[in-house]
């Protein structure tokens, strides 16, 4: 199920809709790392001179170095979170696709859906910036700083894909009760999700692919109950 659903997805990349999502996305997610990258610096210069330079400097070198791990590992969160605005273009496609007969979802209204991804990016933000004593310790056993990545964004990822295209066809406490039911197979779409995402270039693409590929995981949850 998760292997066909995956394939789908992928097969539908040359759709122009995609595209149109992907370009637009990408650039929400520049804007906002730079926002953070403007704000880090800021704050940095902010900092008084200690009037030694190699402390200036290993300030300096150890803020970058922490923007840039948690570049790699909240960018699937601000990705997720951009391609949420624009979800229900891609379900679109994907139904026209691939489910021309069956009822066509309900788009989600732009404030409510705007509101979801801006709580979901705090959320997995927060969590991430309480994780950060741990990552830091980890970054010099990398596998393990990966593993802890991908389980706790992996549950989040999975969660917001899935209930932004659940809503569309379901009343809400009926979409929480079928990801309830299927939360392994869901953790572990969002676990390939966020895989793909740190794989250089590639991530670039997942997140369009990863909402279609959700699509494809609802219907056939939903047929099996």
């Not at 997610?29 to 200690?50: H, K, N, Q, R």
């Not at 676990?191 to 959700?214: D, E, G, R, S």
Request: hydrophobic content about 60%.
């Amino acid at each position: 199920m998760i292997a066909s659903s995956l394939r789908l997805a992928l097969a539908q990349l040359p759709d122009p809709a995609f595209r149109r999502v992907l370009i637009r996305s990408l650039l929400i997610s520049a804007a906002i790392f730079a926002v953070l990258a403007v704000g880090l610096w800021v704050g940095v210069a902010s900092l008084p001179d200690t009037g030694q330079t190699w402390i200036d400097w290993l300030v300096g070198f150890l803020s970058g170095l922490g923007f840039f791990v948690g570049m790699l590992l909240l960018f699937p969160a601000v990705m997720t979170a951009a391609i949420g605005l624009f979800l229900d273009d891609i379900a679109d496609a994907v139904e026209r696709k691939y489910y021309p007969q069956d009822a066509r979802g309900q788009p989600l209204p732009f404030w409510p859906a705007l509101w979801g991804s801006i709580r979901f990016l705090l959320v997995v933000l927060g969590i991430n910036i309480l994780l950060l004593p741990i990552y830091a310790v980890l970054i010099f056993f990398p596998p393990f700083m990966y593993a802890l990545s991908l389980l706790v964004n992996g549950f989040l990822v999975s969660r917001e894909y899935f209930e932004v295209v659940a809503w569309r066809y379901l009343p809400r406490k009926e979409a929480d009760r079928l990801r309830q039911r299927h939360r392994g197979d869901l953790w572990l779409c969002g676990a390939i999700i966020v895989l793909l995402l740190t794989i250089p270039l590639i991530n670039f693409l997942v997140p369009i692919v990863a909402t279609a590929f959700m699509v494809h995981v609802y219907k056939r949850l939903r047929a099996t109950g």
